[in-house]
């Protein structure tokens, strides 16, 4: 692997989806550079999230590339990525409700090494697993919350929990959707502070709404404006982007 390939972990070219004759991405290139935050931008209905789709391979594009890590991953399925360490974080369905976090994290992991039935019967086996799970509920900021059911969390601690099953499966590419949409203050500030720790050795992208929390994080931005790629840089570069001005600052400032 050369090194311009090594440097980005994440790279699509002409990147395009159609829906019956609507176009909700549009030739879009995008590079993540490895060991990056990487924010995806834009006003409503720009195609972030159809992007996000395409870049986790929970849809088709209809034309362009999807390279990974030197690779070409346009064609694999989900599962496929993902076991090659690209991981998307779910909302918050993806934990079970009537568990408690530790039984959610222990479930996450015991997917992970995709062990037998009679691998978890082993009570050493087990408790080395728990403590893998205590480890990562603390990481996310759940230490206190171990026993607790996952639907006796509130919104934000649901969605550090997901993020402590996402990170079960130790990803160096973490994409996250929206990690703080529909969040109270308080818990924004516990999932950036939570962002920036997840971020040491790996690389991070991830489409977010808050833009205060994409200039607190993020390295690079990509702006989108109906499905193109309106702008890209440092939060600096975009925020003075008159076209992104007005396309999304604009109106999010009107
Ligand atoms: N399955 C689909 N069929 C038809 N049109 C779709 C489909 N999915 C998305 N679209 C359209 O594509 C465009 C982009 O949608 P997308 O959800 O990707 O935007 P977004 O930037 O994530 O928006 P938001 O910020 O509102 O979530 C929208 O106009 C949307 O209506």
């Given at each position: 692997?050369?090194?311009a390939?090594?440097?980005?972990?994440?790279e699509?070219?002409?990147?395009?989806?159609?829906?019956?004759g609507?176009?909700?991405?549009?030739?879009?290139?995008?590079?993540?550079?490895?060991?990056?935050i990487?924010?995806l931008?834009?006003p409503?209905?720009?195609?972030?999230?159809?992007?996000?789709?395409?870049?986790?391979?929970f849809?088709?594009?209809?034309?362009?590339?999807?390279?990974?890590?030197?690779?070409?991953?346009?064609y694999?399925?989900?599962?496929?990525v993902?076991?090659?360490g690209?991981?998307?974080?779910?909302q918050?369905?993806?934990?079970f409700g009537?568990m408690?976090?530790?039984?959610?994290?222990?479930?996450?992991?015991?997917?992970e090494?995709?062990?037998?039935?009679?691998?978890?019967?082993?009570?050493?086996?087990l408790?080395?697993?728990?403590?893998r799970a205590?480890?990562?509920?603390?990481?996310?900021?759940?230490?206190?919350?171990?026993?607790?059911?996952?639907?006796e969390?509130?919104?934000?601690?649901?969605?550090?929990?997901?993020?402590?099953?996402?990170?079960?499966?130790?990803?160096?590419?973490?994409?996250?959707?929206?990690?703080?949409?529909?969040?109270?203050e308080?818990d924004?500030?516990?999932?950036?502070?939570l962002?920036?720790?997840?971020r040491?050795g790996?690389?991070?992208?991830?489409v977010e709404?808050?833009?205060?929390?994409v200039?607190?994080?993020?390295?690079?931005i990509?702006?989108?404006?109906?499905?193109?790629?309106?702008?890209?840089g440092?939060?600096?570069?975009?925020?003075?982007?008159?076209?992104?001005?007005t396309?999304?600052?604009?109106?999010?400032?009107?």
């Open positions: 692997m050369n090194n390939v090594a440097d980005t972990v994440l699509t070219s002409g990147l395009t989806k159609r829906f019956s609507f176009t909700a991405v549009d030739n879009v290139s995008l590079k993540v550079k490895t060991g990056s990487h924010a931008i834009g409503n209905g720009a195609g972030k999230t159809t992007c996000f789709n395409l870049l986790t391979k849809m088709q594009p209809s034309a362009g590339k999807i390279i990974y890590r030197g690779d070409d991953i346009t694999l399925k989900p599962a496929d993902a076991r090659r690209l991981v998307r974080s779910f918050i369905s993806a934990v009537h408690t976090a530790l039984e959610n994290v222990r479930i996450a992991l015991q997917r090494r995709g062990a037998s039935f009679d691998f978890w019967r082993s009570d050493r086996n408790q080395r697993f728990d403590d205590c480890a990562l509920l603390e990481d996310v900021g759940l230490g206190a919350f171990i026993h607790t059911k996952a639907a969390l509130s919104y934000g601690r649901k969605r550090a929990l997901e993020i402590a099953t996402t990170l079960a499966l130790d990803p160096p590419l973490l994409l996250l959707d929206e990690p703080t949409a529909g969040m109270t308080q924004v500030e516990r999932i950036v502070d962002i920036k720790r997840l040491q790996r690389t991070i992208l991830m709404h808050n833009l205060s929390v200039a607190g994080l993020s390295d690079r990509t702006v989108l404006m109906r499905g193109r790629v309106l702008a890209e440092d939060y600096e570069t975009v925020s003075r982007d008159p076209a992104v001005i396309a999304y600052l604009g109106q999010d400032h009107a």
